[in-house]
């Protein structure tokens, strides 16, 4: 992740534009500050950490944009702007990042009711992509979607979209898990889930589970399928006793067989000898239709003073959903930020808060509406009248 050590530096009054970057405000707590930085339809924090006679700027991890070439920008307009000595840096210039936001790079607010007109297939955590633009380019009467969150291997498809000139792609950078949620049921013709980290320590980060199951069958259309492959020996038990439990499907165990296009690490295991599991499940029936949660806004009038002034890091568990109050930052004596997670226990949501001028609202997006969402909304909202039965 791209980083900037500087001396320490008295820092100009924000906001102000310098070098296409608009510099809003400065937001502080103990722990750290964020910047807020606007960008076209880019908006996101800086980290800026204080410490002895440096500072360390940095990605904020919750909002950093997909293209790296953006944040390298912005940080280096900082620095500049503010005239701060550089003591070292990882930001390397000479690199070829896109220089603007690509065309086949989607917001998970365009897949909240989206329905393809093409047969839709989706590849989640899809690496070096070289499966996901075989299928693209073998297929081109289909639409496919790329769920992915490792930043390096987005922008390398995204560039091989661009110089392949491939299409029907479409990447989407975004926690599967929740992604998948927000979907119609019966939309979704097949999902790809090809060697995904098997988490042994952490089951709970594993992308399969019962509830991801039961969301897959919801989008898949009657005889749409799930592709499961994974060198783990582990991860298959633990998936095929998942698959074991399900009602209204079907499903098939393959060992060592072959697919048209393999990842650079399936052909390393190859080679290792490694045994290669595969799981299809078909599901057989219909879907109802996605339940609408609206996600309402916080129509309340809200004292910063007043939660500033009482704040502590704490928890709210509920069945099914939690809410974390992480941490709260200054702006001035009116105005601040609440950093916040919540949602399901084992996909949660990682957002700020943002409270000036007695209204609170999310930044940089709004909330996905989902059910644990929706409850989750009602519990800060009750949070921020001062009253919060814990």
């Known amino acids: 992740m791209p980083n900037v050590h500087t001396k320490k530096g008295v820092l100009l009054d924000l906001p102000y534009k310098f070098n296409g970057f608009a510099f809003e405000f400065i937001a ?58 550089i003591t070292f840096s990882t930001i390397n210039s000479k690199k070829n990042h896109l220089k603007r936001r690509s065309k086949f790079l989607k917001d998970i607010k365009d897949f909240i009711g989206f329905k393809s007109k093409s047969d839709f297939e989706i590849e989640i955590g899809f690496g070096s992509g070289r499966h996901l633009l075989h299928k693209a380019k073998e297929n081109s009467q289909k639409i496919f979607l790329g769920i992915e969150i490792h930043k390096p291997s987005i922008e390398q498809v995204l560039k091989q979209c661009q110089l392949q000139n491939i299409e029907n792609i479409m990447i989407l950078d975004y926690d599967a898990r929740i992604a998948l949620e927000v979907l119609e049921s019966n939309s979704v013709d097949k999902i790809y889930v090809h060697f995904p980290v098997p988490w042994d320590k952490k089951p709970h980060r594993r992308v399969i589970s019962r509830d991801f199951l039961e969301v897959t069958l919801r989008i898949l259309k009657r005889g749409g399928k799930l592709e499961l492959r994974t060198d783990s020996e582990n991860y298959f038990r633990y998936a095929y006793e998942l698959f074991l439990s399900l009602n209204r499907c079907d499903f098939s165990v393959k060992k060592n067989i072959n697919i048209e296009v393999s990842s650079k690490y399936e052909d390393r295991w190859k080679k290792m000898k490694k045994n290669i599991y595969e799981i299809n499940l078909t599901n057989l029936e219909n879907s109802s239709k996605k339940e609408i949660c609206e996600i309402e806004d916080f129509d309340i009038e809200v004292d910063f003073k007043r939660i500033y002034k009482n704040f502590t890091n704490k928890t709210i568990k ?73």
Request: with cysteine; charged share 30%; hydrophobic share 40%.
């Open 28 to 85: 502080r707590s103990k722990y750290d500050n964020l910047i807020l930085v606007r960008c076209e339809d880019e908006s996101f924090f800086l980290s800026l950490v204080e410490k002895d006679e440096k500072f360390l700027i940095k990605a904020d991890k919750l909002t950093r944009p997909t293209n790296v070439k953006i944040l390298q920008d912005a940080m280096k307009a900082f620095v500049e702007k503010n005239s701060l000595a």
């Open 318 to 390: 509920k069945d099914g959903y939690f809410v974390h109050f992480e941490n709260i930052y200054k702006i001035d004596n009116n105005s601040g930020i609440l950093k916040l997670s919540f949602g399901a226990y084992d996909r949660a949501e990682h957002k700020y808060l943002l409270i000036e001028g007695g209204r609170a609202s999310y930044l940089p997006n709004r909330v996905l509406p989902i059910w644990q969402n929706r409850e989750s909304n009602k519990v800060v909202a009750t949070y921020l009248k001062g009253f919060l039965d814990e």
